[in-house]
């Protein structure tokens, strides 16, 4: 009785020491490739990230959602062998860590798997508003407000094609960070502000409401704002009170408060709006269920032998040569060529109130990313500004 105590012990406190084919991998359906990556290391369960409840997951030994799915206590609550929780995103605002820690359940995020993703749809609709109001970029200046993954992407794509911006991160400012960093008063004066800060309630530096009332009037009315992490870093209610007393501030809005919830009257006051899909490029999901797939792997002790490589299709249109010299023409055609966020922003706007805001993001076209196209540049110029924007050589 003794010995077979021990091995009940043994077998409550090393879940996955079990043959894996026994094992109950639950995954929210908008993972792409998910079954590919999981399928020989268990039972697939895919589930609406949106509905998901305690009662199905009360036998999963692993739980992958994407930042929709709130992971908490009562979702968890019958739920007692569960071994291993990821969230395919960078953003882990909507998972409960204390509770997990509390039960000693291993958890991973993929900081970083869509950073490229979000950097391209700041530039893809940067390329769009130059155009609509005839400005001209490398004049700009930009204020990168947080310089994490997403933030320090968007400053390569900046330096690439000359743009001047500016950091504001406390946080990594106080590490050994060794970038320049300004106040956020000198960020906000910038011509265009992009947000990629996590959303935090709590603390010195927190970003809920970040831009509230008082911040959003002091914004001039010739500013670009665009908000591409988490809806609530802005008072939407705020927002759309100064826009409709005739702030001629700029919106663009990729992410927005109580999603799916949205705020439509704001919507018509956005030159771009888009369905929190900013990270939505095929590379960009992708990437974060690839992460997740090596993070269950070494939690398991089984080798890494699958990559995203395996599975990424070649993009329809994966060659381009440029004959002449680079400008922001040429960079105008080769973005939207690639990703004209005007096409997001159009279906956004005509299925928000008949689809809604999760079919929007469910059935998201597929989407690529700069890597996937190489671009070939002939002697007539020394330009390498597409290479050091992400086309491949």
């Known amino acids: 009785m003794f010995y077979v105590f021990l091995f009940l012990q043994y077998f409550k406190f090393n879940q996955f020491s079990y043959i894996s084919c026994f094992m109950k991998i639950y995954y929210d359906e908008n993972m792409p490739f998910a079954d590919k990556f999981f399928g020989e290391l268990g039972d697939l369960f895919p589930f609406s990230g949106r509905k998901l409840t305690a009662e199905q997951v009360a036998d999963a030994d692993v739980l992958l959602v994407r930042s929709i799915t709130q992971v908490n206590e009562a979702l968890l609550c019958k739920n007692t062998k569960l071994a291993f929780v990821g969230t395919a995103t960078i953003g882990m605002d909507h998972i409960d860590q204390n509770y997990l820690a509390s039960r000693n359940i291993p958890f991973y995020s993929a900081p970083g798997c869509n950073a490229i993703s979000v950097a391209e749809y700041v530039l893809s609709a940067l390329v769009v508003m130059a155009e609509r109001y005839l400005l001209n970029l ?11 993954n997403t933030g320090t992407q968007l400053s390569k794509k900046c330096e690439a094609l000359g743009i001047k911006y500016l950091l504001y991160d406390p946080l990594l400012e106080q590490t050994d960070d060794k970038r320049k960093f300004v106040t956020l008063e000198q960020a906000l004066n910038c011509d265009v502000i992009s947000l990629h800060v996590p959303l935090t309630r709590q603390g010195e530096y927190a970003t809920y409401h970040l831009l509230d009332e008082l911040c959003l009037k002091g914004l001039r009315d010739d500013q670009i704002l665009i908000n591409a992490c988490r809806g609530e870093v802005i008072d939407n209610q705020a927002l ?134 190489s671009v070939s540049l002939q002697n007539v110029t020394k330009c390498d500004v597409p290479h050091r924007l992400g086309f491949n050589r």
């Open 138 to 148: 490398s004049s700009l200046t930009i204020g990168i407000i947080g310089a994490g």
């Open 240 to 373: 759309l009170k100064i826009k409709q007393q005739g702030h001629g501030i700029k919106l663009i809005l990729d992410v927005w408060e109580n999603e799916p919830n949205v705020l439509l009257p704001l919507i018509e006051f956005a030159d771009i709006a888009t369905a929190h899909i900013a990270g939505y490029s095929l590379e960009g999901k992708a990437s974060g269920t690839e992460m997740l797939y090596q993070a269950l792997c070494k939690e398991l002790n089984k080798p890494i032998v699958l990559n995203l490589g395996q599975f990424l299709p070649t993009a329809s249109i994966n060659y381009v040569e440029i004959k002449q010299d680079f400008d922001e023409i040429i960079l105008n055609q080769l973005v939207k060529m690639v990703y004209d966020v005007r096409r997001d922003d159009a279906i956004f706007r005509q299925q928000i109130s008949c689809q809604g805001f999760d079919m929007i993001r469910k059935t998201y076209p597929a989407r690529r990313e700069f890597s996937a196209i």
